[in-house]
């Protein structure tokens, strides 16, 4: 009952966003705020060409290319970086220091280092999230008892059963919390990456819609990639999230 109150409450307040939108456009001309109407069928002329695929194609592709590379680096120098307390104190400056630098100035200097193109976009997922999952991987292994390593070890616990029931139960539920915050961060930084470092993807198609400014398309696109920006948050952002409350639990 108090779930389905809460989201009856989440219901009205996307109800009173489109109300508002539909008030501020009777007010406002076309080119500032156009109206809902006008800007659904802008996204259905959208969503029938080709175009609007492929690009939708390459932002995807970029974040799942990102995101990866982002738990292989992250997950494999957290590891190192939890098990060894030198190896943490030499990496954690380096992240904190990249984690300091807005995704902009990263976006940036990709696009100085490397043109346009796939890599800018790539290169600002990484900024972001790597740091997350390497603190996520690292926090994971430190956060065990060493008083049940140590009782481990004293009595000639094998090293597979240890890893098992030690170490990896400690470590899946800090995986899933890294998955689902890099997630949610991964697919907010792309856009922006797209719209100032590449020539192709739903970010790039923004900014062209800017210039030219189709406002309608701008509201379409925006309207799209919040759609399922919170299609992924319920999917799969939040599900991993309550999975990973669960694992801390245990």
Do not use: C
């Amino acid at each position: 009952m108090k779930i389905m109150m809460r989201n009856g409450y989440k219901f009205l307040g996307i109800i009173f966003l489109f109300i508002l939108w539909e008030f501020l456009s009777f007010i406002y001309p076309p080119i500032l705020i156009p109206s809902i109407e006008r800007v659904f069928s802008s996204l259905i002329d959208l969503m029938i060409s080709l175009e609007f695929w492929k690009d939708l194609g390459y932002t995807l592709g970029r974040v799942l290319v990102g995101f990866g590379l982002s738990l292989l680096i992250g997950s494999v120098l957290g590891l190192l970086a939890g098990f060894s307390k030198k190896i943490y104190e030499v990496i954690k400056p380096i992240f904190t220091v990249v984690e300091s630098i807005p995704p902009i100035i990263w976006i940036i200097f990709a696009v100085i280092w490397f043109g346009l193109g796939h890599m800018p976009v790539i290169f600002a997922i990484m900024s972001i999230v790597t740091p997350i999952i390497f603190i996520n991987f690292a926090q994971g292994v430190m956060d065990i008892d060493p008083d049940l390593i140590e009782m481990a070890r004293a009595f000639s616990v094998k090293r597979s059963t240890e890893l098992r029931h030690l170490y990896l139960p400690s470590i899946t539920g800090y995986f899933f919390s890294s998955l689902s915050i890099g997630l949610g961060f991964t697919w907010r930084v792309v856009i922006m990456a797209e719209f100032i470092g590449s020539m192709t993807g739903i970010g790039n198609k923004i900014n062209w819609a800017m210039l030219n400014l189709t406002t309608d398309q701008v509201f379409a696109y925006t309207l799209f990639i919040v759609s399922l920006g919170m299609l992924i948050e319920f999917l799969l952002v939040k599900p991993l999230s309550n999975y990973s409350q669960k694992w801390k639990s245990r």
